[in-house]
């Protein structure tokens, strides 16, 4: 089966949220959904106001099948307000 780059934006409940540990939050948690040490790369966002959104962009087997499971595991993130898929690719190769 062929392998998706998925792209997660996660907001904060507000500004004053530390991103960094819901980062180390979501990279367990992606790790522990991919069942690897899954390739990550986060960026911060920003978006109004001093507000900042945390986005990852992750590699999956497809045959894990759909990303509802990890949307639901990230959004159980205390100071997580919301998640939202942003973006599924296909790779080749």
Do not use: N, Y
Not at 15 to 43: N, Y
Not at 78 to 93: A, H, K
Request: proline share 4%.
């Amino acid at each position: 089966m062929a392998s998706a780059v998925i792209t997660i934006k996660i907001m904060p409940e507000s500004p004053d949220v530390d991103l960094t540990t819901i980062e180390g939050e979501v990279s367990k948690r992606v790790d522990a959904f991919t069942g690897t040490s899954a390739q990550k790369r986060f960026e911060i966002e920003p978006i109004a106001f001093g507000l900042k959104a945390l986005k990852v962009r992750f590699v999956m087997d497809e045959s894990i099948g759909g990303t509802e499971p990890i949307e639901q595991e990230l959004a159980a993130i205390e100071g997580v307000q919301s998640v939202d898929v942003t973006d599924v690719r296909r790779t080749i190769g």
